[in-house]
């Protein structure tokens, strides 16, 4: 039963950090625009920062 | 993209303070107008994209364009946000989509700045991501619990499930403590208080049964029953926002902006800063911002939005006009006598004000439970408590069973029942092409049992339609329709779109000119032709639409106009009828006009040339006669009326003051869907009902089992799971 007290932490230490990735995506607005976010993954464009000097 | 669309504001460098002015006055106005969205950020609506290469090409468009910082399109709301510099013009924005190939209208972000970030759904998410997380791992050790962990290991457990349960409880369960304790300061119950209490007396008995090496710890109970009834706010929240949005959207999609003149020429202002003595110019098509009279030009005037009448008015000098209604021929210049607060406009909206009041008196289904059920459940648990404690003398004991017995009878499937049915219901209707904007809108039409229809632009489009007669030839429609030519009048427009499905060519008429207010003059054949209204060519005005056609030294030729009818009218009406709903029109148009009207849809009950008064009045006397009234309108004459009723509807072409007395928004132009949603809120009021019986059947048997002293903490997270997930399935077989 000792394994226990290595696991237990673990297994909270793991769930805690898709917790925390979790809030991270919410706040960072991710969820903002869920059906574009789906098209933009078909686009060329680097667009994380939207106006960078682009090559025209 | 070029420049060419850009058009830089006039500036005058040869005096720099003459500019100085005026453009304090602009950045100032936009400032106040911006508001809490912050200067240089503009909103576009772009109702055609669907795809990635859309997202791209606009961007890539709004980009290039000199003195934006940067733009993002979002493609689930169809929305694309500028940061620009402050002399970009949302109107240059739009020609600059345009000329990419993409529809686009100026929003104003000042309407939409209340949903631009839903601060709320997102603290309500993270909330229950957060009771999700807790909820997953205290079931883990609880299930060790169960399946026979005994003593120290046991023991461990509880703490380590207390150690995760207590601070996520604090964590998720605010929206509940703030509520229930909104409700006990002000000395009423609602069904966040039993909720506080279970969730609670559940951590503090478990706490103390924990620290005694107690069996029964409810750890897992009230973390979960947090989470589910979380489950629940969020699909609430969830609907009433998108709700939200696509009316701000709606209201956001009229700019309220007019022409002013003065000294230094035409400039573009909001109508909120107008004041009464300014000279407004409204162009053809446009509608009047303000109350005001006519200085200069002729025009003609359709005021069918505020009377419902649907012949249009001869405009000239020194009449008064008032907001709403819209300028069709000629360009007129308006002396503002009334602006904001003071306009007719605004007078109607505190008669609304006054009718919503009674409105919100309204109680829903889930109040009304939560009346019957939070005083129920706190007599049970107290009264199991008592019995318990004469009963054996044991404190401990007789508190362990009140937890049980909250935890038990808690509203997990109460909590759920409703937001879940509403959810599937109203996203229904949406995508149906209908906007529940009230929250208790889809149980109040389920009662209805009349319905009132308003006839121009709501169960009409307000646009005319040449009606066949024998008054006329078709070479006289011929000449009609090459008079028509080149004028944007309604009548005119039907005109040529006669003659076009008939497949006629049209005449040649020379020097063909507007006489605005009055109509079309030309040479035709030698003679001189004109067409419009009756008192110009010389004829008799008669009570019907009409436009007359007048070819010198022969007597004036007639052509009368019918409204068009709406997409689905007639099938609304029918499919209304065959729910068992009696339906009555209510119009402000002509007796003759009316009942001609009423009679191709098959109305008897029928009302002409009512008043907004007479309309609100014929809506309250249904209603003493114990009927619960469907009011259908669009125009600021039925806006009283759409605020008496019981529940009411308008089309998305309406007056924003008419949509905003309306629980729901028809936003495509097809009526139809009516009739089916009415069927849908009865199948819904139906669903919620059943998830109600169904919660009781649950409490019924374990109720008895929990004063008993047999719930287990097993037992109740298998009620509580039980009823949850059967009331959420029920809730999606809604048809």
Redesign the interface.
Known sequence: ?EV?AFL?PI??FL??L??VA??WT??S?QY?????DS??I??D?Y?EH??TP?K? | MTDSTYTEPPTASACPACDAAPMARRIAASGAQDGAVGPGRLMLSLPGIHCAACITTVERALDDHPGVRSARVNLSLKRATVEADPEVTAQALVAAVAGVGYEAHELESAVLSATATDRQGRDLLMRLAVAGFAAMNVMLLSVAVWSGAADATRDLFHWISALIAIPAVAFSGQPFFRNAWAALRHGRLNMDVPITLAILLALGTSLYETAHSGEHAYFDAAISLTFFLLAGRYLDHRTRAIARSAAEELAALEVPRAERLSDNGEETVNVADLVPGDLIRVRPGGRMPVDGQIVEGTSEIDRSLLTGETVPVFAEQGQAVSAGEVNLTGPLTVRVTAAGRDSSLHRMADLVAMAESSRNRYTSLADRAAGLYAPGVHILSFVAAVGWYLYTGDVRLAINIAAAVLIITCPCALGLAVPAVTTAASGRLFRRGMLIKDGTALERLAEVDTVVFDKTGTLTLGAPILEEDDTWSDEDLRLAAAMAEGSSHPLSRALSEAAQVRGHAVDRVESLTEVPGYGTQGTWRGHRVRLGRADWVGAEAGERTASWLSIEGMPPIRFTFTDRLRPGAVEAVQGLKETGLSVALVSGDAQTAVETFARRLGIDDVTAEALPEDKARRIEALRGAGRRVLMVGDGLNDTAALAAAHVSISPASALDAARVASDIVLLGEDIAPLASAVTTARSAVTRIKQNFTIATLYNVIAVPIAIAGFATPLAAALAMSASSITVSLNSLRLR
């Open positions: 039963m226990l237990i297994s909270l769930g805690g898709g917790l979790f809030f919410v706040r607005d903002d625009d869920p059906e574009g098209h933009r078909l686009s464009e667009d939207p106006k682009r025209r």
